[in-house]
């Protein structure tokens, strides 16, 4: 099916004709269309052809389908607020990949990996890997011609490996107008040859026409060793979220490790000391700080390792008063990809902190695909 723009006065939106699954697969029964589909927990649904008003709830994504990386990445939106997708039917789709892994930290990269030659097998939930070996940015950097003429720091752009890989990424720095510093922010991976960084005056620099541009030069690392593993395919959701074991192998290589990233929503959380001194009158509610993997990276890529998920805080009703006794409603379970710190607020001066940790795992979540 593919729609259309329309509208006006009188005019309603189109009713869904059959979302899924009879024009996503060939000879699939007819659905009756609907606009409201219940996603559980690793599932994803294809945004079909054409413009769509699409709406996900709390736990669900959109996503686009990276052409450097060739992995599903997320399409920011606002939570709770409708977002417009010109879909092709291939590119674009819903996903709630709550209790299944997002990516990787890589904590050992290893020696002796040939590009090719590297596997990486997860001890659960079926989710599929692609290792990247060598062709890092090194996060050395020279300066060879200064510029001069700057008053904002120009941008640093790298180009994308061309046959596929991790884009690198950094920022200049700028004393008296010239470039004194290129700063490498991702060091990307699977560069076959040296990138050349490109130095762009930034638009809206007052001296932009008669900027001298800055030459910057950069070398390449990590020879032999894994600079990356993506995660093309989240598999299954996982019981209590908990994290499979990545095996890295491949012929003449060794010592290479990753911690796979989960993507976790709190369920509930338990009261281990209630402590003294909560309001008695007013709801107390527990929310979170923090929630970031705690893997520590050997590789300099927090945009596809620890920076891979923001993390959004749980909000939670609490029960006992005075003293908290257990967890009555779950607001909002949050987003995250590692254990967070729970916090209780209230609107009395306590004497005692309650101990609240919270259980992360899986759920189901609501989207709208509405036609317009």
Do not use: H
């Not at 011609?145 to 990424?169: C, E, H, K, Q």
């Not at 300099?300 to 749980?314: V, W």
């Not at 967890?327 to 001066?349: E, H, K, Y």
């Amino acid at each position: 099916m593919t729609t259309s723009n329309q509208g006006g006065p009188g005019l309603g939106l189109q009713v869904p004709q059959t979302l899924y699954p009879a024009n996503l697969l060939p000879n699939a029964p007819y659905v009756p269309g609907s606009s409201q589909i219940t996603l559980a927990a690793g599932q994803t649904l294809p945004i079909p052809p054409g413009n769509w008003l699409v709406q996900v709830g709390k736990y669900t994504m959109i996503q686009y389908l990276d052409p450097v990386m060739d992995i599903w990445w997320r399409y920011t939106t606002v939570p709770g607020a409708p977002t417009f997708i010109g879909s092709d039917g291939t590119n674009f789709r819903v996903a709630n990949l709550t209790g299944c892994p997002i990516g990787a930290v890589v904590t050992n990269a290893g020696s002796g990996y040939t590009a090719g030659n590297v596997t990486v097998t997860a001890s659960a939930g079926g989710s599929t890997w692609t290792a990247l070996v060598g062709g890092m940015v090194s996060t050395t950097t020279t300066i060879t011609t200064a510029g001069s003429g700057y008053t904002i720091a120009p941008l640093a752009i790298f180009p994308a490996p061309p046959n596929g890989g991790v884009p690198a990424t950094g920022y200049c720095t700028i004393a008296s107008g010239t470039v004194s510093a290129l700063t490498v922010v991702n060091q990307g991976a699977g560069y076959l040859t040296v990138p050349t960084p490109a130095i762009v005056p930034c638009p809206s620099d007052p001296n932009l026409g008669s900027i001298v541009n800055a030459v910057a030069k950069v070398t390449l690392t990590g020879t032999g060793s894994i600079s990356a593993v993506l995660c093309t395919n989240s598999g299954t959701a996982q019981t209590s979220a908990t994290a499979p074991t990545l095996t890295i192998a491949g012929a003449g290589g060794s010592s290479a490790a990753a911690t796979a990233v989960m993507l976790s929503t709190a369920t509930t959380a338990s009261v281990t000391s209630g402590g003294a001194g909560y309001s008695a009158t007013n709801q107390n509610l527990l929310t979170t700080i923090g929630g970031l993997t705690s893997a520590t990276a050997v590789n300099t890529q927090p945009a596809i390792e620890t920076a891979i998920l923001t993390p959004r805080p749980a909000l939670m009703s609490l029960a006992g008063g005075a003293t908290i006794t257990s967890v009555t409603t779950v607001i909002d379970g949050g987003l995250f990809s590692g254990t967070p710190t729970a916090l209780v607020q209230t609107t009395a001066l306590i004497t005692t902190a309650a101990t609240i940790v919270p259980t992360l795992g899986f759920t189901t979540d609501q989207v709208v695909l509405q036609p317009i």
